[in-house]
């Protein structure tokens, strides 16, 4: 028996679409109601057809060697994610308890850079 390598491909996509009122719980409909509104003509840039080309993409042979990214679509924009960093920690050096964690926490917030925003803030 002939063993392959095998290889995972692992990626996500984000889009407004997955967020929960899209996927039918109406959690956030009012903040997004008039951007995921459909427009009267013309291309609709909040449908979640937009999304499915790159899906298919990303599975498919030709995406192979794309892992370990987060893209992002909006209508026919396609962003790929800056990804995650490290940013600022602190090593107590031992475990913490859970009264000791809110002060260690809001000091590394205070010293990190905003976040960016996202959609709907």
């Known amino acids: 028996m002939k063993m392959m390598r095998q290889t995972l491909v692992i990626g996500a996509v984000a889009s407004l679409l997955s967020l929960p009122s899209f996927a039918g719980d109406g959690m956030t409909e009012e903040a997004f109601a008039e951007m995921m509104a459909k427009p009267e003509s013309g291309f609709d840039a909040m449908a979640p057809e937009n999304v499915s080309p790159l899906v298919a ?9 794309v892992t370990g990214r987060v893209f992002e679509v ?20 031992a475990r913490w308890e ?8 809001r000091e590394l ?12 803030t």
């Open 109 to 120: 917030i205070a010293s990190a850079p905003e976040p960016q925003k996202v959609y709907g």
């Open 98 to 105: 859970a009264g000791d964690i809110g002060a260690a926490v």
């Open 74 to 93: 909006q209508g026919g924009q396609i962003n790929v994610a800056d990804g995650w960093r490290t940013g600022p920690g602190v090593d107590k050096g």
């Open 57 to 65: 993409w990303l599975g498919s042979a030709d995406a192979a060697d």
